[in-house]
């Protein structure tokens, strides 16, 4: 089956400490999407990628990074600059200007 | 710039009574427009959608029209059932962009 694939689902972060968060496809879609989305709250766009090798900063890009590689794999890196990544992360995939696909989600938390 | 406005939520109910909830927009050109779902501690799902005006995108009961005239994309189920429970986003795509743009979600809670 196709789709999206995220890991880890529960991820603990200390003070001063980068994570890194996967983000698979065997979708074969060329952009790929990072959110946040806090509690109660809507989605905030931190990154995109429209192709391999590049990839846009999004609305609240501060404090994380990504790579894109490969087509199938989007990584996102919570970097100790950001003061407050405890939150719910999704990663998406689109044949743009279709609707994306979501996946299943990373909660992180720092302890 | 584009935007999308969901009424607040949460919206409570009873089962098996009628839903509406809200979504209006603005966009250049003639976006596509979704519904998307999500459940407690999961990502988001597509529920339905629509790509051209007056068109009327269904699933598992909900519908929604694509109002050109009035900027809207209400989705609506006639009677909801306790698994209805859950956050339902509005969203729509414009042509030459690769950034949707996303309603803030809005909460169904479904009684028994």
């Known amino acids: 089956d196709g789709g999206i694939t995220q890991s880890p689902k529960y991820l603990f972060r200390k003070e001063g400490q980068n994570v890194t968060l996967s983000c698979e496809q065997n979708?074969?879609?060329?952009?790929m999407y990072w959110y946040r989305q806090d509690p109660g709250q809507g989605l905030r766009l931190i990154y995109y990628s429209q192709i391999v090798n590049d990839f846009q900063k999004g609305d609240i890009a501060e404090g994380y990074s990504v790579s894109r590689e490969k087509k199938e794999s989007f990584p996102l890196t919570v970097t100790s600059a950001q003061k407050n990544p405890t939150a719910f992360y999704l990663c998406?995939?689109?044949?743009?200007?279709?609707?994306?696909?979501f996946g299943p989600g990373t909660r992180l938390t720092v302890l | 710039g584009d935007s999308v406005t969901q009424m607040e939520g949460p919206v409570t109910l009873s089962e098996e009574a009628f839903l509406t909830i809200n979504c209006t927009y603005t966009?250049?050109?003639?976006?596509?427009l979704f519904w998307y779902v999500q459940y407690p501690g999961e990502g988001l799902q597509l529920l339905l959608k629509a790509t051209k005006a007056d068109d009327k995108g269904s699933n598992k009961g909900f519908e929604a029209t694509y109002r050109k005239e009035t900027t809207s994309f209400h989705l609506e189920k006639g009677s909801v059932q306790v698994s209805d429970s859950a956050v339902y986003f509005c969203?729509?795509?414009?042509?030459?962009?690769?950034?949707?743009?996303f309603g803030r979600g809005t909460s169904l809670i479904v009684h028994p």
């Open positions: 998406a995939s689109s044949i743009v200007p279709n609707e994306q696909f």
């Open positions: 969203a729509l795509s414009s042509g030459g962009s690769y950034i949707p743009t």
């Open positions: 979708l074969n879609h060329d952009a």
């Open positions: 966009a250049t050109g003639y976006p596509s």
